[in-house]
């Protein structure tokens, strides 16, 4: 199975980091990065092994959960798509276009 990441995800991946660099540790920001993304990996052999998304209750949009981040995505058959990459206490909005 394919992973893509949208631009969201993307953004929310390099806002990790840039928080972590303004609090003078940006090694912590990359170790975050690093670990999501490695754990995304296993999506591409059991894309439906993450929870869904209690606040949508849909079969297609689940997450991953790496305190204290949520990582939300969409599955279709052949692909998964990496939408957002939030903090936990944050409300959950998806984006209107998937890439």
Not at 52 to 79: A, G, M, W
Not at 86 to 93: G, I, V
Request: proline share 6%; with cysteine; net charge neutral.
């Amino acid at each position: 199975m394919k992973i893509i990441i949208a631009r969201s995800a993307l953004n929310d991946l390099q806002e990790i980091k840039a928080y972590y660099l303004e609090q003078g540790a940006p090694e912590v920001g990359q170790k975050f990065v690093n670990a999501i993304l490695q754990n995304v990996q296993r999506l591409r052999e059991h894309p439906d092994s993450g929870r869904k998304v209690p606040e949508f209750n849909q079969d297609n949009i689940r997450e991953i959960i790496h305190p204290p981040f949520r990582v939300v995505y969409l599955c279709n058959t052949s692909s998964v798509y990496l939408v957002r990459v939030w903090r936990s206490e944050r409300s959950l909005l998806l984006p209107d276009e998937e890439t």
